[in-house]
Structure formats: C-alpha cells, structure tokens
C-alpha cells in the first residue's frame, strides 16, 4: 500500500519559519517529481512548490519565492520544504505529493499521490 506521509507543521509566529518532511512507504521519491502544495479554510487548493524527478528543475509560487526552499534527501526516501520570513496568509494545511512533472505553475494535475497534509499556522 503506497503512502505519503508530511509532518514538520505547527503553530509559528510571524517572521518564524517551519521545515515540512515528506516521506513514503511504497514509493522512491526520487522517481518521481514532487510537489508541495496548500489550501486554507475556504479558498482553492495551491501549487507551492515542486521539483523535478532529477532534483534540477524546481519552481515555486509567486507568493513563496526567496521565503520557501524545496529539496530532497534521496537517501532517507524524503522531500523537504523549508519555509522562511512565514506570514500568516501562509497558513493553511499543507500537502505533500509525487508525480509526474513539476511544471512552472505547480499544477496538481500532474500528481497523483497524495498525503494526508499538516497544518501549518502562522499568528501576527
């Protein structure tokens, strides 16, 4: 049974920043493109970030650029996103999934493994 896994949210104050992992059993990460994304209370779910199966393409929201960091460690089969300078329009329950293709504007139609999401929020 295949299964992506985030963890790494909390509660944060402005200007804090919060480091989501994402894991799976079933699935090598590093097969597959990966993606971040968000969606508050609401509003409509949100491409954040994602990277390319070889690591060397990565692209990320207007709204995240220079304050969010996505990566991978191969080795521990884990994807990270590095959040930096959080506002609290960050916050929102975050999803994790792999896939196929990180395009430009981080479309969710290219992944199809989804994770459960953590919550992430910001206060001011």
């Known amino acids: 049974q295949v ?3 985030e963890s790494g949210g909390g509660l944060v104050q402005a200007g804090g920043s919060l480091r989501l992992s994402c894991t799976s059993s079933g699935l090598t990460l590093n097969h597959y493109a990966m993606g971040w994304f968000r ?3 609401g509003k409509e779910r949100e491409g954040v970030s994602c990277m390319s199966w070889t690591g060397s393409s990565t692209n990320y929201a207007d709204s995240v650029k220079g304050r969010f960091t996505i990566s991978r460690d191969n080795a ?3 994807v990270y996103l590095q959040m930096n300078s959080l506002k609290p ?3 929102a329950m975050y999803y994790c ?3 196929s293709r990180c395009s430009s504007d981080v479309l969710s139609r ?3 493994y989804w994770g459960q999401g ?3 929020t ?3």
């Open 3 to 5: 299964q992506v896994v």
């Open 122 to 124: 910001v206060s001011s």
């Open 97 to 99: 999934a792999a896939g």
């Open 76 to 78: 521990k089969n884990t």
């Open 39 to 41: 969606q508050a209370p």
């Open 118 to 120: 953590t919550q992430v």
């Open 110 to 112: 290219n992944f199809g």
């Open 89 to 91: 329009e960050d916050t």
